[in-house]
């Protein structure tokens, strides 16, 4: 296939139309010998293929015969799955990982109730590449040199399933990136990532949208559940801005829940729904805020729900990740001056915030998971959240392009983002 061959429904495959890559052919090897790479923008390629939803095993061959290449990759919608592979002329890697692609539909005549982020209903089409039928692959980085792509069922993975809310979430545009988003980059086959966190969720409102049944459709024995929620819960009143105005799917008083009481033991119930089917259950307490002004933490904003996960975990006999207290750690630890690049408001991390979190993530499964633990990276080293690393000089991933999402009519315009 030519660089210059665009995605299209007919073909099934393709390069995504807006920026496609520049291709260079060094002769000799038919593997190794020709690559793709950036245009004359630099701006990111993405390639996608359709596909079922499901979990498959991608292999690329990264390099160029003639010069160094630097490559990351993502998948779908922001999932970090490579960090900035270098490769000296004539050497090449080949790396694989897993990648979870997914559909709205559950039985034949239903489907989630998907919000206007994900969802145009005046087109009926996905918003977002977390929805479609297609897997999309991301390729950047100061010269990024793809050989290969090399894409196959891989139905005997283990799938970690990510719920909850903004937080956790693939986020549609940086700079907002969450912890969910750059966890796949820690993880080595047979391991794959499938995100059904979303903006505005409860844990109320995950099961009204049938978000819910969808997960314990697709799990199977022997995946894990990881439930990160908290954020939302604790608002009383008021429209989530994700549902227009006239959907109560928005009204928070439907959706609220008490930290004593319905959040927690919606969340113990939660975990014992999934050993039932023979899922493994992870509690994560909900990460800090901040006062993004100031760089301090904001400890009262999450009320009695970090210490209500910790009880549910402990009610279900379930695994805990404490990340609101990893989370402060970090914060303390990168003091008032840089706390604040690791988050866009006093909420929502960036890339960078959500990387770190990612490690505090991943330092948690090394202390309470430890069958899991076992297909971690090889590079996951230990992570210490009271000496977090990087620090925000040295973090060199690249951003992606902002992308606009549409806003049905009578939703308020976004306020512009924070500057990093």
Known sequence: ??????????????FDPGALPRETDRGGDALRGDFVTTGDSGAPFKFSVA?????YRVTVTLGDAAGESLTTVKAETGRLMLERIATPAARFETRAF????????????????????EWDAAADRAVTATWDDRLTLQFSDA??????????????????FLIGDSTVTDQGTEPFGTWGQQLPRWFAPPVAIANHAES??????FRFQR????VMALMKPGDYVFMQFGHNDLNQRGHDAMWPTADKAGDWINTHADAATDYQWLLAAYAVEIKRRGGTPVIVSPMTKIDRRSGRLNTPGLGAYPAAAREAARLAGAALIDLNAMSEEVVRALGEKAAPLAYVDGLHTNTYGGYLYARCIVE???RALPALAR?????????TPARPRPLPADYKIPPDPRIELPRPPGFPPRPPAPAR
């Open 51 to 55: 596909l079922p939803e499901g979990n």
């Open 211 to 214: 978000r819910w049944d969808k």
């Open 143 to 160: 010269r990024p040199c793809l050989c290969a792509i090399e894409i196959e069922p891989a139905p005997d993975a283990i799938t970690v």
């Open 98 to 117: 897993l990648v979870n692609t997914r559909n709205a539909r559950l039985s034949p005549g239903n489907r989630i109730k998907l919000d206007v982020r």
């Open 1 to 14: 296939m030519r660089a210059d061959t665009p995605y299209s429904d007919a073909l099934g495959h393709g």
């Open 375 to 383: 297909h971690l990276a090889p590079d996951a080293d230990d992570f």
């Open 200 to 205: 505005g969720q409860t844990l109320k409102a």
């Open 364 to 366: 948690g499964i090394r």
